[in-house]
């Protein structure tokens, strides 16, 4: 699934800056679901991965599973390291706390007996207790030097190791063996809430031990692993990254013989399952839609073509469908369809390309992520917190979200919190801080910050000159002013019963532009209205005028309604600059973003629309703030506390000036914020934490620089044979249990061979 979203670089980087959700799906809603907001838990949506106990999955087969490209490192730790680095390390190395379905941090027990804090004064002290049987595939026990070398590596104070993060890591004062090589001891020089976030993964010693291993050597290749597979191949030109069982895997055995990595882009995906080239694959809604009509067409087992609404679809009917779905009219698709030869093969085409789509479900949840409206407070009108506040209770989340979920059937509930999702034992609805959508208390926000209706039109330093003027020529009566002209010209426009014409012009060229992407306040300027020099107006001189009100010479005619209601400060238009991504992924987000504009411009808020490459969306645009609004994605976390702070921090100035940001693209926050996180960071008692991040997030809230709109959709195609894989939601994979429900082999295998 294609999204635009961000990684949580130095807190914890979870996900690349990827793509966007697209297209409309027609599923059934899953069950189960409920908006209640008083208990999180029942709101989250499950997984989808189609359960299996081991003994129903076959043992052996290959796993082909589409990532977007071979991953620059395999180093998690880098800067570069991607959602295929994550995905790819998981099957290799410890996770010492995995996610769970209700995105919890849970034991492993394949790495630890137990971990807990023994100590908490005059230190915080914890002590692993490894698991005996955990080995590194050379035969290695895990143990004490791989924890120090990694705290080492990532703790900040050598700087030749080209780390992305640290966070937790710095607050380590020691590392060492406890009573015997199964258990490891490390005391903190501050409490660190979030201990459970460290070590994970967590590499060997001769990764992390140099800078030059670490850097470096492990971007290409692991050598030394611990998790059920072990690294076979890392090959670019082919795009692919090849596991084997791991032989020293002292858990349960994986029931795949080989699991492959294969690079394929987004767009080619429902040609990459149709073609059978991979087995399972994150996708869009126009791909869910294609394995959807496949599965009614075959009748959802690959048999007959099903009864019911789209059942029966023959190759010659469909293909008679797609004519007229991409342009073609009737008698064009009859045409086609009446050419024999060119007919029997795009049929013959269409009909394999069914078959094998037919062979894939479709599993869907939602992602740990939230999709967010960003207000860049850094400048311009947007530094005015009631303009920001103003914008945010003139949306309305919900139309947003059911615009994105509803079609999908998935449960369409607008975020809370920015800290948690729905299901999260932390979660609350801090939506509240902010208050609920009221467009008559927005446009009251704008006024009381100065954008007034009309105020486009005129500007303070005029209306000073004017009342100076009338004190000069105190006992002298205007012949006609601007007001009266105005009034004037009204009052004829009414008795002709006629439309401002150029108003009708304006309108539907601002409509245009909007349609293109492309519209700017400033072309609406009153002055271009003006008849010249003559001293009458264009609007004076069509039939049915009243002779006598015109209005001085120089005089601009009045703007139309549309104009006037725009809002302005001292002559100038409220006009703020939206970039959003053009790539073909991106189509979910302009959708939104279109919704966003409508919203805006009922309130006299007009926006200049610019989209850009996908490539260069965050980089050029997001991270750099070269952007007023934007929409964007966070991954859910299950240390807010950690990866929070970073993402809401208020900035810094550095020494040339410039705003030390982190992550927190929208440039706005405060110090009480940051002493909030400071001390939930530092809380040991998980409650007394949580209460602290809530309080952080009603802040957040009422700051109104991110705006959460909905929690991103997922969905998998996946071979219906598959069992234990699909749309994880909050869970990491247990990559041991995933396989075959009969014996197969699954698309080609690793060394390319049936």
């Known amino acids: 699934m294609s999204h635009v979203g961000v990684p949580r670089g130095t807190a914890r980087k979870r996900r690349s800056v990827a793509l966007l959700a697209t297209g409309v799906l027609t599923i059934p809603v899953l069950a189960g679901c409920t908006s209640d907001s008083e208990d999180p838990t029942s709101m989250a949506v499950p997984q989808d991965i189609a359960p299996a106990s081991r003994d129903r999955v076959a043992d052996g087969s290959t796993l082909n599973w589409a990532i977007d490209a071979v991953p620059s490192t395999l180093n998690a730790f880098q800067a570069d390291a991607d959602g295929a680095t994550t995905r790819i390390t998981g099957a290799l190395l410890p996770s010492l706390f995995p996610m769970d379905a209700k995105g919890e941090p849970r034991l492993n027990p394949d790495y630890l007996e137990s971990a807990k804090v023994i100590e908490r004064e005059p230190k915080q002290v914890v002590l692993y207790k490894l698991n005996q049987q955990a080995v590194w595939s050379d035969g290695r026990e895990i143990g004490a030097p791989d924890f120090v070398a990694q705290w080492r590596a990532l703790s900040g104070k050598d700087s030749a190791f080209w780390t992305a993060r640290n966070a937790g890591y710095e607050r380590i004062e020691k590392i060492e063996r406890g009573k015997d090589d199964l258990q490891v001891r490390v005391t903190f020089s501050k409490p660190y809430a979030d201990w459970r976030s460290l070590f994970s993964p967590l590499y060997p010693k001769e990764v992390t031990g140099s800078p030059g291993t670490f850097n470096d050597g492990a971007r290409t290749t692991l050598r030394n692993t611990a998790g059920p597979f072990r690294l076979r191949s890392v090959n670019k030109p082919k795009g692919t990254v090849v596991l084997d069982r791991n032989p020293r895997w002292w858990g349960d055995e994986a029931r795949l013989d080989s699991l492959v990595f294969r690079a394929v882009e987004p767009g080619k995906r429902t040609d990459a399952l149709a073609e059978g080239t991979v087995d399972v694959a994150d996708i869009d809604p126009a791909t869910a839609n294609s394995i959807a009509l496949a599965a009614r067409y075959r009748g959802g087992n690959g048999g007959p073509p ?131 959508r009221d467009t008559k208390e927005a446009q009251a926000l704008l006024a009381d910050a100065g954008w007034t209706p009309g105020g486009a039109l005129r500007s303070t330093r005029d209306t000073k000159a004017g009342s100076e003027a009338e004190k000069k020529d105190e006992g002298e009566k205007p012949a006609a002013g601007e007001k009266a002209a105005d009034e004037d010209k009204a009052e004829k426009a009414g008795k002709a019963g006629k439309k401002d014409e150029k108003a009708e012009d304006t309108e539907k060229d601002d409509k245009a532009s909007r349609e293109e992407g492309e519209y700017t306040v400033g072309d609406d300027k009153p002055g271009s209205r003006s008849s010249g020099g003559s001293g009458v107006t264009a609007q004076d001189k069509q039939p049915g005028g009243v002779a006598g009100a015109y209005a001085p010479v120089g005089t601009a005619a009045p703007a139309p309604a549309a104009v006037r209601s725009r809002l302005g400060k001292d002559g100038k238009p409220l006009s703020l600059r939206f970039v959003l991504p053009s790539g073909p992924g991106s189509q979910s987000l302009r959708t939104v973003g279109e919704k966003i504009v409508a919203m805006l411009d009922s309130i006299g808020i007009s926006t200049q629309v610019t989209k850009v490459a996908d490539d260069s969306y965050f980089k050029d645009h997001i991270a750099s703030g070269d952007y007023d609004l934007a929409l964007y994605s966070w991954p859910a976390t299950a240390y807010p506390a950690t990866d929070g702070r970073p993402i809401f921090a208020k900035p810094e100035p550095a020494t040339d000036g410039s705003l030390l940001v982190a992550q927190n693209y929208t440039r706005v926050g405060s110090d009480h914020i940051d002493q909030l996180f400071d001390r939930a960071v530092a809380e040991l008692d998980a409650d007394a934490s949580r209460d602290l991040l809530k309080q952080a997030d009603a802040r957040i809230w009422a700051a109104a620089g991110s705006i959460p709109l909905y929690q991103r959709p997922q969905l998998v195609a996946v071979d219906k044979k598959l069992a234990n894989i699909g749309a994880f939601g909050f869970a990491a994979p247990r990559y041991q249990d995933i396989g075959f429900t009969a014996r197969q082999a699954a698309g080609p295998p690793a060394n390319g061979k049936k």
Do not use: C, M
């Open 306 to 436: 099903a009864h019911g609404p789209g059942a029966g679809i023959t190759p010659a009917a469909a293909l008679r469908s797609w004519a007229l779905a991409h342009g073609s009219d009737e008698e064009a698709a009859e045409t086609a369809r009446a050419a024999r030869e060119e007919t029997r093969e795009a049929v013959a085409v269409y009909a394999a390309e069914q078959k094998s789509l037919s062979g894939f479900a479709v599993r869907k949840s939602l992602e740990p992520s939230y999709t967010q409206l960003a207000l860049n407070g850094e400048s311009g009108p947007l530094s005015d917190d009631r303009v920001r506040r103003a914008i945010a209770r003139t949306l309305d989340r919900q139309e947003l979200a059911d615009a994105v979920l509803k079609p999908l059937g998935l449960p369409a509930k607008p975020p809370g919190s920015h800290l948690a999702l729905a299901g999260q034992p932390g979660y609350k609805d801090g939506s509240g801080a902010l208050g609920e």
